[in-house]
């Protein structure tokens, strides 16, 4: 599946479930952000997409034409000011805030020798400092809500670091802590922060890895070395974007109401901690 490909339906047993609230997800101009948009605002949630371009405003049209609730912005991540004036708006156009998705990342994949300390610093601008911004902004309408949920997007690098990507796996074990660190802090205003860990999911990002790996690695065709990861998941395929929303669903909703601290690894199998 690419990123441009439509998400297949997500589950339908939060019909309605988030009727009423208010959700904002980062990175939602395609792939997997759009496809937890759209799950959201499938099942009830007015939502908000935050993007870097003009994709978003495209991506929140698509949803409006299915006769769901949603706008786009366009915001840098990494922008205090641009992520503060961008979360006000929400609170004080739509009145309260109730979950956040924070699923906007970045990678690349570097000998050690060539990746720069401004590369470096990129990808942990966009991967782990930009969920604090994000977070640090939203507490306040998340509290006037009467509590929600964060949701920050990790990695199976969250858990162990792959090769020629440090910077990444650094910024998403950053990830796990900043998780952990919030999720005591705000447990009593019945904030909840929860981190999802995604394995392979064959949107844009891992068509590019795909590659940038087979060229360091050795002599692969296109698809080959993504097909052998694969092949080696217990369950025998990648992750859907939809299994990946229906994740969010579930720690977003009240089902989850006791769940927070916790980074929960959706792979197939591939990682089992």
């Known amino acids: 599946m690419t990123a441009s490909t439509p998400a297949p339906r997500t589950s339908a047993i939060f019909a309605g479930h988030f009727t009423g609230r208010v959700a904002l997800v980062t990175g939602a101009g395609r792939g997997m952000g759009l496809a937890i948009a759209r799950s959201l605002a499938e099942n009830g949630a007015g939502v908000v997409l935050l993007d870097r371009d003009e994709r978003v405003e495209a991506a929140a049209a698509s949803l409006r034409e299915m006769g769901l609730d949603a706008e786009g912005a366009i915001v840098d991540v990494t922008d205090e000011a641009q992520v503060g004036a961008a979360v006000d708006a929400i609170g004080e156009r739509r009145g309260r805030l109730d979950i956040v998705v924070n699923n906007a990342g970045v990678i690349s994949v570097e000998y050690l020798q060539d990746l720069t300390p401004t ?5 942990l601008d966009v991967n782990t400092v930009a969920p604090f911004v994000v977070a640090r902004a939203a507490a306040p309408w998340l509290r006037r809500s009467g509590g929600g949920v964060i949701l920050n997007s990790a990695s199976a690098q969250a858990r162990e670091g792959f090769i020629y990507t440090p910077h990444y796996a650094a910024s998403k074990f950053g990830v796990m802590g900043l ?27 891992w068509g590019y890895l795909d590659g940038a790996w087979a060229a360091k690695l050795g002599d692969y065709q296109p698809g080959q070395l993504v097909q052998e990861w694969i092949d080696a998941i217990p369950m025998g395929r990648p992750a859907s974007e939809a299994d990946v929303a229906n994740l969010i669903l579930f720690l977003a909703s009240d089902a989850a109401s006791y769940i927070t601290g916790q980074a929960i690894n959706i792979d197939g199998g591939m990682q089992m901690d």
Do not use: H
Request: proline share 3%.
């Open 119 to 123: 590369e470096f610093r990129r990808i």
């Open 179 to 205: 998780t952990q660190s919030l999720a005591k802090e705000l447990a009593k205003d019945d904030i909840r922060v929860n981190a999802y860990c995604p394995g392979i999911v064959m949107t844009d990002m």
